[in-house]
């Protein structure tokens, strides 16, 4: 089984550049989130999808982050424009759903986009 | 903010050692305790969780220890390998809100030397 897959690996950018990051889920989680982990520092929640509604964004910078899950599989984080303290990596995690059995779901991440903004 | 805190930052363990990592938490209604391991390069990977109503789960060399009076949770990795050498995160998330948010604990690396 395939894993979350994510796209670029890499992106080194000049600050105020636009800059967007891919993700495909596992085939079926109904769940996908989007983290940033910093050097040193555990992933901490952006957004989180159930099918294309974005259900908890209210860590995500929206004046200059956007995301979306258009048809609930893919999704794509936007960052416009970038700035220096964005440097980080951007992980994508999925899951099967909140009402699976067993309640709490195993959230599975991709490698994630190491970002560099110069 | 809701918050996990990891001890120790880094462990270096001899071949064949227990490697012992600690967490703590603060939010009482936290219900469901991960361990993820990353290499360097990879996304976290599961590798055992436990929930409140137990005090220990073992899976292979990984054993979980629970403490819900104290509101602590370790991590016991015995007979280590160098093949650990990973960075190693508790998390913790509650269910009552419905929406299963991780918070992560900042990670301690370790290294197992042969």
């Known amino acids: 089984e395939a894993g979350v897959v994510q796209s670029p690996r890499y992106k080194i950018i000049e600050k105020k550049q636009p800059v967007a990051f891919w993700c495909n889920p596992i085939s079926g989680h109904n769940t996908l989130y989007w983290y940033r982990q910093n050097l040193g520092q555990g992933p901490e929640l952006l957004i989180r999808y159930e099918n294309e509604e974005a259900v908890d964004d209210s860590q995500l910078p929206k004046d200059r982050f956007s995301a979306e899950r258009l048809k609930g599989v893919d999704s794509t984080l936007k960052i416009q424009p970038a700035e220096l303290g964005d440097s980080a990596v951007y992980l994508c995690?999925?899951?099967?759903?909140?009402?699976?059995?067993?309640?709490?779901?195993?959230?599975?991440f991709g490698p994630g986009t190491r970002l560099l903004v110069l | 903010q809701q918050q996990v805190k990891q001890s120790p930052q880094s462990l270096i363990v001899q071949k064949g050692g227990i490697s012992i990592i600690n967490c703590a938490y603060e939010?009482?209604?936290?219900?469901?305790f991960p361990w993820y391991q990353q290499f360097p390069g990879k996304g976290p990977a599961l590798l055992i969780a436990?929930?409140?109503?137990?005090s220990e789960k073992k899976e292979g060399r990984f054993t979980i220890s629970f403490n819900k009076s104290a509101k602590q949770f370790s991590l016991h990795i015995m007979d280590s390998q160098p093949g650990d050498s990973a960075t190693y995160f508790c998390?913790?998330?509650?269910?009552?809100?419905?929406?299963?948010?991780?918070?992560f604990g900042k990670g301690t690396k370790l290294s197992v030397i042969p």
């Open positions: 436990i929930r409140p109503d137990v």
């Open positions: 998390a913790a998330s509650s269910s009552g809100a419905g929406s299963y948010q991780l918070t």
């Open positions: 939010n009482t209604a936290f219900d469901y």
């Open positions: 995690a999925s899951s099967l759903g909140l009402f699976s059995a067993g309640g709490q779901e195993t959230q599975y």
